[in-house]
């Protein structure tokens, strides 16, 4: 089995604003024990996951996505 | 002295009802008019369920508010509002002129960077030649930009 090669998602898809209202978009890395993804697994660049972390944290605050699984 | 852009989002409390959330909306777009800010758009995205209980309430109504000012002072007031009003169970102000901007310069040099890249290789018969020994070895691999 060849083992795909990660990339960033944001960089493919040339997303440079992350926004905190698009939870479909966020939620993608808020597995279901709602911690954000690390980028060792996800393959996000460092500049998006810091944008990202911050987007997450921010939809948290207005109840758009879960602090803990419940 | 440039344009400020902000982005305020509130979430009403579900136990208003339909009329009492128009009146909040209004109210609080008077008051950011009120204090000089030119009120960009007002998106109402209706009531929707919360990641988590806030209180009482699971569900909640949220309102997403674009403002453009001078300082932040409209935003300041709108704040201190939230804050004092009940119904208004989560608030969230960011501004977003700074980050909009540094995005649309992103873009702006990517663009300039697929300008100065390579004229595509005139070959087609080579280039051909070579894609399909590159797909032979490797045939399911999908190609990362």
């Given amino acids: ?70 | 002295m440039s344009m400020r852009r902000y982005e305020v989002v509130f979430v009403l409390a579900p136990t208003l009802t339909e009329d009492e959330v128009e009146q909040a909306i209004e109210s609080f777009t008077k008051t950011a008019r009120d204090k000089g800010a030119e009120v960009a758009s007002v998106d109402k995205w209706g009531k929707r369920r919360l990641a988590f209980r806030v209180g009482k309430h699971s569900d909640g109504f949220y309102v997403v508010m674009t403002l453009n000012e001078e300082s932040g002072t409209a935003v300041t007031e709108l704040e201190r509002r939230f804050k004092v009003t009940d119904s208004v169970i989560r608030f969230l102000s960011v501004r977003t002129d700074l980050a909009l901007k540094r995005a649309d310069k992103f873009k702006k040099e990517r663009e300039a960077r697929r300008q100065k890249r390579p004229a595509p290789v005139r070959d087609r018969a080579g280039r051909q030649e070579m894609e399909d020994a590159l797909a032979a070895a490797e045939p399911a691999e999908k190609q990362e930009e």
């Fill in chain 1, 1 to 70: 089995m060849v083992r795909r090669r990660k990339f960033c998602k944001f960089c493919a898809e040339k997303i440079d604003y992350i926004d905190f209202k698009d939870t479909r978009l966020l939620g993608q890395f808020v597995p279901e024990r709602a911690r954000i993804l690390p980028r060792r697994i996800s393959g996000v660049c460092a500049t998006h996951q810091r944008k990202l972390a911050l987007a997450i944290k921010r939809a948290r605050h207005l109840a758009l996505l879960p602090y803990v699984a419940d």
